[in-house]
């Protein structure tokens, strides 16, 4: 009768150890996701930024080599990522592409004027760092004319700022909410042991005595709900590149390992405090609060 009492509370105790670490892991899983979201929506806002293209017109009379010097010197910018020299014949092709005619046949010589496409680093594609570069480029006699979309860029990072502060407030609040739902999974958790924990107590066992093992047991599900979170998070990953393989430009291995490390992070942690916070509040129970 004893070994079978003590086979149901260890059968018991597993069980709920086991619906810890998975309530733990499907919390940790809802951050990793809101996570890569804000991973992708951040590299999504810098390839927008960085395929904001600056045509600039060079003169005429220029000649082919000073165009190519002063693609380097574009390149040599801190502000620039890329800088493309565009012929009179490439302009002339690309144009036919688009028109779906050969209007240098029609006209009998070719009217475009060579150029380059400059592309700038994203924490550069705004007004007024644009409008400094074009001042600085327009001082030099081979530059004619520099055009860009100066309304699609406005509008592009009003938006970006915008989907910012909505996705960082969600973000905030979904946190708050992970916590407190890790912690009560783990309040909820200790509270079938604190009969033990007092019995511990009252037998003279120290206060670190009896934390030790529970903070150990609590580190241990936190790590092993991370993993489990950042399986799930790998697989869903692969599942929406398989999908939609577009995503591959906005792939950052380093960012997502980031996310993966911080995710296991904070379930070490939030499973370790509460650990140490359930247990404390039953160390300084009396026994007859223990009932209620």
């Known amino acids: 009768m004893e070994e079978f009492e003590v086979s149901a509370s260890a059968k018991k105790t597993k069980t709920i150890y086991i619906s810890t670490v998975f309530g733990i892991a499907m919390v940790l899983l809802m951050i990793g996701l809101l996570g890569l979201i804000l991973v992708h929506a951040n590299n999504l806002s810098r390839y927008v930024k960085e395929n904001i293209v600056l045509n600039i017109f060079v003169d005429d009379a220029a000649h082919e080599p000073d165009v190519m010097q002063l693609q380097k010197q574009l390149e040599a ?71 860009y979309q100066q309304s699609l860029v406005d509008q592009m990072n009003q938006n970006v700022t915008s989907i910012s502060i909505v996705i960082l407030a969600f973000a905030g609040i979904f946190i708050v909410v992970s916590v407190a739902l890790i912690n009560n999974t783990i309040r909820l958790a200790i509270y079938s042991q604190r009969f033990l924990i007092k019995s511990m107590q009252l037998v003279g066992a120290t206060k670190g005595f009896i934390r030790k093992p529970f903070l150990l047991y609590g580190i241990w599900h936190g790590l092993l709900g991370g993993l489990i979170a950042v399986i799930i998070l ?16 906005l792939q950052s291995y380093t960012e997502f390992g980031l996310v993966f490390a911080v995710v296991i992070g904070i379930g070490i942690f939030i499973s370790g405090f509460s650990t140490y916070l359930a247990v404390n509040k039953f160390l300084r129970l009396k026994i007859y609060d223990l009932y209620r």
């Open 234 to 249: 790998m697989g869903t990953l692969f599942l929406a590149i398989k999908q939609i393989p577009d995503l591959v430009i």
């Open 77 to 147: 910018d801190p502000m620039v990522k890329q800088a493309q020299y565009v012929s009179k014949e490439i302009a002339a092709h690309n144009l036919q592409k688009d028109l779906g005619e050969d209007f240098v046949k029609f006209l009998g010589y070719n009217p475009l004027s060579q150029s380059l496409d400059v592309y700038l680093k994203a924490e550069h594609a705004n007004n007024a760092d644009i409008d400094k570069f074009k001042a600085a480029l327009l001082k030099n006699p081979l530059v004619k004319e520099v055009k």
